[in-house]
């Protein structure tokens, strides 16, 4: 098996504005997650609020935990109803489980939803990924 594992996307739109706009509420989405879709936390999770900046309109919760398998970030928009989400995994992952439990955390149905496999030459199995060197090594002679 090649390939490093995948990465999911989730832009969410009418988000839940109390939810977006608590550090708690994304701290404890952050701590709860990793154990809903099976992966394993290393850390407590990072999260902070932010003050928008040259916009004051942009400010929001930013946070991320690092999990065994990689980490899950988070930006939040409040003011915009809005929320990005990523999950990076080495390990497959229940997609449908996780997209199900943002629905429900941040409180809206409008996602936008794209993944991705990552590293899609990495030697996951290095008998295998050695037979694939040699057999490419094979063809250049």
Same mark, same amino acid.
């Given at each position: 098996? @090649?390939?490093?594992?995948?990465?999911?996307?989730?832009?969410?739109?009418?988000?839940?504005?109390? $939810?977006? !706009?608590?550090?708690?509420?994304? $701290?404890?989405?952050?701590?709860?997650?990793?154990?809903?879709?099976?992966?394993?936390?290393?850390?407590?999770?990072?999260?902070?609020?932010?003050?928008?900046?040259?916009?004051?309109?942009?400010?929001?919760?930013?946070?991320?935990?690092? @999990?065994?398998?990689?980490?899950?970030?988070?930006? $939040?928009?409040?003011?915009?109803?809005?929320?990005?989400?990523?999950?990076?995994?080495?390990?497959?992952?229940?997609?449908?489980?996780?997209?199900?439990?943002?629905?429900?955390?941040?409180?809206?149905?409008?996602?936008?939803?794209?993944? $991705?496999?990552?590293?899609?030459?990495?030697?996951?199995?290095?008998? @295998?990924?050695?037979? @694939?060197?040699? !057999?490419?090594?094979?063809?250049?002679?």
């Amino acid at each position: 098996m @090649i390939g490093f594992g995948p990465h999911l996307m989730v832009d969410g739109y009418d988000a839940n504005y109390e $939810t977006l !706009a608590s550090v708690e509420a994304v $701290t404890n989405f952050l701590d709860e997650l990793p154990k809903e879709i099976g992966m394993t936390k290393i850390m407590p999770p990072y999260v902070f609020k932010y003050d928008g900046g040259d916009k004051p309109e942009d400010w929001g919760v930013s946070g991320f935990v690092i @999990i065994a398998e990689s980490h899950i970030s988070i930006h $939040t928009f409040p003011e915009k109803g809005y929320f990005s989400i990523d999950i990076f995994s080495c390990k497959d992952f229940d997609v449908d489980r996780a997209i199900e439990i943002i629905k429900e955390y941040f409180g809206t149905d409008r996602l936008e939803i794209k993944q $991705t496999e990552r590293g899609t030459e990495f030697p996951r199995d290095i008998r @295998i990924a050695t037979s @694939i060197t040699n !057999a490419q090594r094979n063809r250049l002679i």
